[in-house]
Nanobody
């Protein structure tokens, strides 16, 4: 069992930066692929970014490529999402997720709200 707790959301202006953090419980953090997703009301949850077990490989949604950076610190059981050049369309609840196998997300956090004003 893995518990995920996100933090770092808030209200910012367009062009600002924000860093989300996700703290994971358990001793097997390094055995999970970690990802970030986001969701707005009335829409399906969408993939934002993921990082593999050792941090050597990352992937991003086209909408955030070049602006967001995912990273992880296995010693701290944490994964981060650095968000730069934020746009109003980035407004969403952001969720952290963990997967043993890429694409099969086993655990989810409770989400943190990010609001970007124009």
């Amino acid at each position: 069992q893995v518990q995920l707790v996100e933090s770092g959301g808030g209200l910012v202006q367009a062009g600002d930066s924000l860093r989300l953090s996700c703290a994971a419980s358990g001793r097997t953090f390094s055995s999970y692929v970690m990802g970030w997703f986001r969701q707005t009301p009335g829409k399906e949850r969408e993939f934002v970014a993921r990082v593999t077990w050792g941090g050597g490989s990352t992937a991003y949604a086209d909408s955030v490529k070049g602006r967001f950076t995912i990273s992880r610190d296995n010693a701290k059981n944490s994964v981060y999402l650095q968000m730069n050049s934020l746009k109003p369309e980035d407004t969403a609840v952001y969720y952290c997720a963990a997967a043993k196998i890429i694409g099969i997300w086993d655990y989810w956090g409770q989400g943190t709200q990010v609001t970007v004003s124009a």
